[in-house]
């Protein structure tokens, strides 16, 4: 591939066919590159832009970046409502030699946004990833869930006026075994058990290397997550926490369709040039 290109193409992931998108830099290569790992649902539409611009952010500073559909999404093969907690996790990991194969590189950062982010953490170590940037990541996957299901009723609510069911209702029928709809998409009673594991204070305590936790806030004087603060304290030394003020949201349909996050890429182009 010639410097400075875009190469669309699929990859294998133990039969699951993956659609990845390298970024090469005009300049020669550097030793480290990226793999950005998309969030959930609607969220990973909604922010396909700004994952898109910072790829090109991180190419032109000499840094080949792989975007990549996980199983069930976007391009990549799979439904939905086949996928796991363990493929998506799967995926991570074979899109990170991916990136060392076509990208030249050694040494792989992880980027995540959102449920991208904690994806991102959840395989940083067995990944050998060398850096680890979360941008806003979903620290509880049990409160994630939860989220899940209440912006799904608030929708359902702007949609329709109504709401024909409550959130305890979803969450028995997934404890019951049943599938629910979200956002289209088919949660499973798996996918939702699996998801209520996950613990990222937890799986990344200790965790040695430099690793970038990047809360986006709408305004500078917004209320720092308690979580953040704890995940970076988990983490120890090699964390820093920063904020990056985002006056739109990232990862959410709303008045103002976001194409670059300018505050997001200045928080984590340097530290990846360091």
């Not at 899109?95 to 991102?120: I, K, P, Q, S, Y």
């Not at 329709?160 to 979803?170: F, P, Q, S, W, Y």
């Not at 936790?213 to 304290?233: G, H, M, N, S, Y």
């Amino acid at each position: 591939m010639s410097a400075g290109a875009t190469h669309s193409f699929f990859f294998d992931r133990d039969g699951a066919r993956l659609y990845g998108c390298l970024h090469a830099p005009a300049a020669p290569a550097k030793r480290l590159g990226v793999v950005l790992v998309h969030p959930f649902m609607e969220e990973r539409q909604d922010a396909h832009p700004v994952l898109r611009a910072l790829a090109v952010a991180c190419a032109s500073r000499g840094i080949p970046t792989l975007r990549f559909d996980l199983k069930g999404c976007g391009d990549s093969s799979g439904e939905w409502s086949d996928a796991t907690l363990d493929d998506w996790r799967a995926d991570v990991v074979a899109a990170c030699e991916v990136l060392r194969r076509e990208g030249a590189v050694t040494d792989v950062a992880l980027v995540g946004l959102r449920f991208g982010a904690t994806l991102a953490g959840l395989v940083a170590r067995e990944a050998g990833a060398a850096r680890l940037a979360l941008v806003h990541p979903v620290v509880s996957g049990d409160a994630y869930v939860k989220e899940l299901l209440m912006a799904n009723l608030a929708a359902e609510m702007v949609l329709h006026r109504k709401v024909g069911v409550t959130r305890e209702a979803l969450l028995a029928r997934l404890d019951a075994g049943e599938a629910v709809n979200l956002f289209g998409y088919a949660f499973t009673a798996a996918q939702y058990r699996a998801l209520r594991q996950v613990d990222l204070t937890r799986t990344l305590a200790g965790f040695d290397r430099s690793t970038l936790v990047v809360d986006v806030a709408r305004t500078a004087q917004a209320r720092e997550p308690k979580e953040f603060r704890a995940l970076t304290d988990a983490i120890g030394a090699t964390a820093t926490l920063v904020r990056a003020v985002e006056p739109y949201t990232l990862w959410a349909e709303g008045k103002v369709q976001v194409a670059r996050a300018e505050s997001v890429e200045g928080a984590l182009l340097p530290w990846l040039e360091v």
